[in-house]
């Protein structure tokens, strides 16, 4: 019988020693969790960077949108 100050589950975790602690899971999951998050951001800024690229390339016009009108109305 188990004394007043142990109790029965304290008996368990000695008895798991062969499989991994429940930190090293949770550890795991976070570096998998942190190299995927990596590895999508790093594929959004270069996404993003082609973008823009594109863009600069394709401006032909810079003052697109402005008519002909509105140009008296610059200082």
């Known amino acids: 019988m188990a004394n007043s100050l142990e109790s029965s589950s304290s008996r368990t975790s000695e008895a798991e020693g062969g499989e991994p602690a429940g930190w090293l899971k949770v550890g795991a999951v976070a ?3 942190a ?3 990596g590895l999508l951001a790093a594929w959004w800024y ?14 032909l016009n810079p003052h697109f949108g402005i008519s002909e009108e509105d140009a008296s109305d610059e200082a």
């Open 35 to 37: 190299l995927a998050g």
């Open 31 to 33: 570096a998998a969790s």
């Open 46 to 59: 270069r996404k993003t960077l082609t973008k823009l690229r594109q863009a600069e390339e394709n401006g």
